[in-house]
Nanobody
Framework: EVHLVESGGGLVQPGGSLRLSCAASGFAFEQQPMMWVRQAPGKGLYWVSTIYVGGATTNADSVKGRFTISRDDAKNTVYLQLNSLKIEDTAMYYC??????????RGQGTQVTVSS
């Protein structure tokens, strides 16, 4: 059974940083691309970043230069470093297995709130 558990969200001021983590189990993590998606209140699901097997990454234009996705295959964990946070980054952040959008498997999410 695919199991994804996100952590690291919180309340941060504009310009601040957070590091999200996602612990994965139930599948061959090192053989799968992984992604982060987010959903703001009242909005649809939005793709943020993807990391492929081998470490290549792609990012949504709105987060380029600010967010960095990474993975540690030894720990079955994917990360999302969020820098220079903006109010519009406020959302529930989910990690998901695979590279197709919308994802089939995602975790329960971790809330990121950017507010002064």
């Amino acid at each position: 059974e695919v199991h994804l558990v996100e952590s690291g969200g919180g309340l941060v001021q504009p310009g601040g940083s957070l590091r999200l983590s996602c612990a994965a189990s139930g599948f061959a993590f090192e053989q799968q691309p992984m992604m982060w998606v987010r959903q703001a209140p009242g909005k649809g699901l939005y793709w943020v970043s993807t990391i492929y097997v081998g470490g290549a990454t792609t990012n949504a234009d709105s987060v380029k230069g600010r967010f960095t996705i990474s993975r540690d295959d030894a720990k079955n964990t994917v990360y999302l470093q969020l820098n220079s946070l903006k109010i519009e980054d406020t959302a529930m952040y989910y990690c998901a297995r695979g590279s197709a959008f919308p994802p089939i498997y995602r975790g329960q999410g971790t809330q990121v709130t950017v507010s002064s």
